[in-house]
């Protein structure tokens, strides 16, 4: 069964950039099926899509969010990783980390649901 | 962007009763719908995908269906673990993935 833990700073000061990981056991990052994710729950605009990388490299990110945001993997470490650029208070939530199933493919993506996820790290933006 | 919308924003329910959650799109989904739960402090787990499969795991209480733009999540005969919190999510019109701002459900 595949586990997923976020970890990183707790509390970031506002304009400096979001760092968090995710480290996944019982299951490799490095194999075709699935994508990985970065979702974010907040009061204000509860669940929001970051965006995702598959093993490829490729990665896709939610059009909002795209100018201050890379996701990027270690696969020697089965670890992925998020990091926004010039956070605001607005940037405050709950990180989850997720694995995505791409199960439904409509020419030329595939897309799907979140079948795994991270027990979450609440990340504060405060000077 | 597709925008989910969740009815009622509380349901309250006694247990043993059934309870029906509401879920609209604003433009058309088909049948790519998922519901998650989502208990206090916790993370969400997923319960249907494609509007209707249960996931792994999940008890047969819990019934999806809809496609187009409707979609419901019935829970019949709830249970103590059942009062939590219930999102639906699109993954038809992408990026980005969107979801509905959830349904509470409580102990009446």
């Known amino acids: 069964q595949v586990q997923l833990q976020e970890s990183g700073p707790g509390l970031v000061k506002p304009s400096q950039t979001l760092s968090l990981t995710c480290t996944v056991s019982?299951?490799?990052?490095?194999?075709?099926?699935?994508?990985w994710s970065w979702i974010r729950q907040s009061p204000g605009k509860g669940l929001e899509w970051i965006g995702h990388?598959?093993?490829?490299?490729?990665?896709y990110y939610n059009p909002s969010l795209k100018s201050r945001v890379s996701i990027s993997q270690d696969t020697s470490k089965n670890q992925f990783s998020l990091k926004m650029r010039s956070v605001t208070d607005a940037d405050t939530a709950v990180y989850y980390c997720?694995?995505?199933?791409?199960?439904?493919?409509?020419?030329?993506?595939?897309?799907?649901?979140?079948?795994?996820w991270g027990q979450g790290i609440l990340v504060t933006v405060s000077s | 962007e597709t925008v989910m919308t969740q009815s009622p924003a509380t349901l309250s329910v006694s247990p043993g009763d059934r309870a029906t959650l509401s879920c609209r799109a604003s433009?058309?989904?088909?049948?790519?719908v998922a519901w998650y739960q989502q208990r206090p402090g916790q993370a969400p787990r997923l319960l249907i995908y494609?509007?209707?499969t249960r996931a792994p795991g999940i008890p047969a209480r819990f019934s999806g269906g809809g496609s187009g733009t409707e979609f419901t999540l019935t829970i019949s005969s709830l249970q103590s673990e059942d009062f939590a919190v219930y999102f639906c999510?699109?993954?038809?019109?992408?990026?980005?993935?969107?979801f509905g701002q959830g349904t509470k459900l409580d102990i009446k």
């Open positions: 997720a694995r995505e199933d791409p199960s439904y493919c409509a020419s030329p993506s595939c897309q799907g649901w979140f079948d795994s």
């Open positions: 019982g299951g490799s990052i490095s194999g075709a099926g699935y994508y």
């Open positions: 990388i598959y093993y490829s490299g490729t990665t």
């Open positions: 433009q058309s989904v088909t049948t790519n």
């Open positions: 494609s509007s209707s």
């Open positions: 999510q699109q993954y038809n019109n992408w990026p980005p993935y969107t």
